[in-house]
């Protein structure tokens, strides 16, 4: 089974919201992830954990904020977001290894956006 | 910057044809590389990784690796309408947990 979940599908907000994503793996994965994608591009990298430990952060504005409560759970909580935020969020998970380097990530279904 | 090179199409091709789907990449580094699908509005779909030289075959997709000109590609034999997506090829980021993406090849099958 490879199936990462994610909710909710659909999120419409407002800039003055609070709202979270949220993501869900149980295939034992240690790596979790979150991307951005807008609209005919490929997945922006946001966040990645490892070991529930926040290894990196792309330069991500602070209006969202990550949290890997345990292994099998990722959020990304929303904040003040602008209507350019409005995009396709993607969680993945990856196995680990100890060398480092990159897995094969299975995606979620993704978390569409729109910030009004 | 490490970037992963795609021809961005539309790649055009009859069904039942060979797609052939290419991709570069700058990083020497990186040892594992990945094929996506996407169709539109949905999620990325891993189809194929490959971390040797040489070729990798599973079902109707072929995946091709040749580090030493730095090339990744992905032949879909007897191609269906169905294969029409967007397609992805990602590279693993030398020393992090991380892939890098190229903006992908747009394929279509005509029927």
């Known amino acids: 089974d490879t199936e990462v979940t994610q909710t909710p599908k659909h999120l419409v907000m407002g800039m003055t919201n609070k709202k979270s994503l949220k993501c869900e793996q149980h295939?034992?994965?240690?790596?979790m992830y979150w991307y951005k994608q807008k609209a005919k591009k490929p997945p922006e990298l946001m966040f990645v954990?490892?070991?529930?430990?926040?290894?990196i952060n792309e330069s991500v504005p602070s209006r969202f904020s990550p949290e890997c409560p345990n292994s099998s759970l990722l959020n990304l909580h929303l904040h003040a977001l602008q209507p350019e935020d409005s995009a396709l969020y993607l969680c993945?998970?990856?196995?680990?290894?100890?060398?480092?380097?990159?897995?094969?990530?299975?995606f979620g279904p993704g978390t569409r956006l729109l910030v009004l | 910057q490490k970037e992963v090179e795609q021809n961005s199409g539309p790649l055009s091709v009859p069904e039942g044809a060979i797609a052939s789907l290419n991709c570069t990449y700058s990083?020497?580094?990186?040892?594992?590389f990945f094929w996506y699908r996407q169709y539109s509005g949905k999620s990325p779909e891993l189809i194929m990784f490959i971390y040797s030289n040489g070729d990798k075959e599973d079902g109707r997709f072929t995946a091709q690796l040749n580090k030493a000109s730095q090339y990744v590609s992905l032949l879909i034999r007897d191609s269906q309408p169905s294969d029409s997506a967007t397609y992805l090829c990602a590279a693993g980021d030398t020393g992090r947990r991380a892939l890098t993406f190229g903006s992908g090849t747009r394929l279509q099958v005509q029927p």
């Open positions: 954990y490892s070991y529930e430990k926040l290894s």
């Open positions: 990083d020497r580094g990186s040892q594992s």
């Open positions: 295939m034992g994965h240690r790596a």
């Open positions: 993945a998970s990856s196995q680990t290894r100890g060398t480092g380097g990159a897995e094969t990530q299975y």
